[in-house]
């Protein structure tokens, strides 16, 4: 069983900064893809950034250039630097791994808990 655990959530004032890490355990040996998402109330979950496990990043329109996402595959660690927030960027953040490999073979997709991200202006 992969767990997937985030921190670093908080509220900030409008052009702030945070750091969200999440950490993934189990018995993992590597994960493809890993990536954050948010979700406001109402809306449905978007990406926001992802990462491979080579450390290719891909991001949202909406965040290029303010955000920064980075992996520690020792650690199956994933971190999200987000400057100049916005209140726009309020929201849930989830992470989430994809196609993980564990001692049992390639296993599916797994979510974290998601912690709650408030930018106020």
């Known amino acids: 069983q992969v767990q997937l655990v985030e921190s670093g959530g908080g509220l900030v004032q409008a052009g702030g900064s945070l750091r969200l890490s999440c950490a993934a355990s189990?018995?993992?040996?590597?994960?493809?893809?890993m990536g954050w998402y948010r979700q406001v109330p109402g809306k449905q979950r978007e990406l926001v950034a992802s990462i491979t496990s080579g450390g290719r990043a891909n991001y949202a329109e909406s965040v290029r250039g303010r955000f920064t996402m980075s992996r520690d595959n020792a650690k199956n660690t994933v971190y999200l630097q987000m400057n100049s927030l916005k209140p726009d960027d309020t929201a849930v953040y989830y992470c989430?791994?994809?196609?993980?490999?564990?001692?049992?073979?390639?296993?599916?997709?797994?979510w974290g808990q998601g912690t709650q991200v408030t930018v106020s202006s």
């Open positions: 189990g018995r993992i040996l590597t994960i493809a893809i």
């Open positions: 989430n791994a994809d196609r993980v490999l564990t001692s049992k073979g390639w296993d599916g997709n797994y």
